[in-house]
């Protein structure tokens, strides 16, 4: 049974920053691309990032030199450093592993 944990979200002003966590067990965590997705109010769920196993990261334009995805192996963990946020980064983030298991969700909040 696969089980992803998602921490860090919270509220913080525009130019703030924030650090999320997702905690996996029950796979072998290392050898599967692993995503970030978020859901604001109203609107469909979109990707925000994708690290690879071999650490190819991908993001989408509107996060693009913001964010930054990154993984420990050693630690069955994936990481979504995220930096000048503005009020449209409002929503909730999902972690994802082999698009097939999603964590429970972390509300972030960004104030104008």
């Known amino acids: 049974q696969v089980h992803l944990v998602e921490s860090g979200g919270g509220l913080v002003q525009a130019g703030g920053s924030l650090r999320l966590s997702c905690a996996a067990s029950?796979?072998?965590?290392?050898?599967?691309?692993c995503r970030w997705y978020r859901q604001a109010p109203g609107k469909q769920r979109e990707l925000v990032a994708t690290?690879?196993?071999?650490?190819?990261?991908n993001y989408a334009d509107s996060v693009k030199g913001r964010f930054t995805i990154s993984r420990d192996n050693a630690k069955n963990t994936m990481y979504l450093q995220m930096n000048s946020l503005k009020p449209e980064d409002t929503a909730i983030y999902y972690c994802?592993?082999?698009?097939?298991?999603w964590g429970q969700g972390v509300q972030v909040t960004v104030s104008s």
């Open positions: 994802n592993v082999r698009n097939i298991h």
């Open positions: 690290i690879t196993s071999g650490g190819s990261t």
């Open positions: 029950g796979t072998i965590f290392s050898i599967y691309t």
